[in-house]
């Protein structure tokens, strides 16, 4: 079956730290992984990542993706309070529907 | 641009009542859609995907159905809610010829008492 598994479950760090976070797959027809940072409501989107070794960096955040090992990290630095969030590790598959297979998340509060 | 809009954001139902959750995409044309349900603290967890008119895939066995009456409708129903239907319902769309990218509307949080 396939699965997509994030570690931890939950993180609290205080403001400026810097944090990484985990996620490991097995999925029959692996396309792209993607990240989501949800906060309130919606989750919204952060990086696709297609090919291994290849960083993707948007300000702190940044995230590379590592198949032979089926995985993927995320890393937060400099946290601030809005940082504070659910992140979201999803697989896409090879299909027509286009189905993602998400991660339970990694809860993350950035303390002051 | 394309907007994905949810109704209604709040819902709180008695156990055995119906429901009816709405999506609908606005800005662009056959898209793939997806409703999700989230429990508290939790992933999302796929309910339906739809890639076409009168077109549903069930992911999981549940107390729930879909529909896609329109190109850019896509409604959650259940006939009679269960304890268990609580959670914050997602949907979310994919233009197929695009991107990857799933985008999400607002969420409905329902609440099954």
């Known amino acids: 079956e396939d699965k997509v598994v994030q570690s931890p479950l939950s993180l609290v760090v205080h403001e400026g730290d810097t944090v990484t976070l985990n996620c490991s797959y097995e999925?029959?027809?692996?396309?792209?992984l993607l990240w989501y940072k949800q906060e309130k409501k919606a989750p919204t989107f952060l990086f696709m990542l297609?090919?291994?070794?290849i960083e993707k960096k948007s300000g702190r955040l940044s995230s590379i993706l590592d198949k032979k090992e089926l995985s993927s990290i995320l890393n937060i630095t400099a946290t601030q309070t809005g940082d504070s969030a659910i992140y979201l590790c999803?697989?896409?598959?090879?299909?027509?529907?286009?189905?993602?297979?998400f991660g339970s998340g990694t809860r993350l509060s950035i303390r002051p | 641009s394309q907007t994905i809009h949810q109704w209604p954001a709040t819902l709180v139902q008695p156990v055995g009542s119906p429901l009816s959750l709405e999506c609908t995409v606005e800005?662009?044309?056959?898209?793939?859609l997806y409703w999700y349900r989230q429990a508290a603290g939790r992933g999302l967890q796929l309910l339906f995907y739809s890639v076409g008119i009168g077109q549903i895939s069930s992911e999981v066995p549940q107390n729930l159905s879909a529909s896609r009456p329109q190109d850019r409708q896509f409604i959650l129903s259940s006939k009679k809610l269960l304890l268990s239907d609580s959670g914050f319902y997602l949907c979310?769309?994919?233009?197929?010829?695009?991107?990857?990218?799933?985008?999400f509307g607002p969420g409905t949080r329902l609440t099954v008492l």
């Open positions: 800005g662009t044309s056959n898209p793939n």
């Open positions: 999925v029959t027809n692996f396309r792209s």
């Open positions: 297609t090919s291994s070794g």
């Open positions: 979310a769309w994919r233009d197929r010829t695009s991107t990857d990218t799933q985008y």
């Open positions: 999803a697989i896409r598959e090879y299909s027509s529907a286009s189905k993602i297979i």
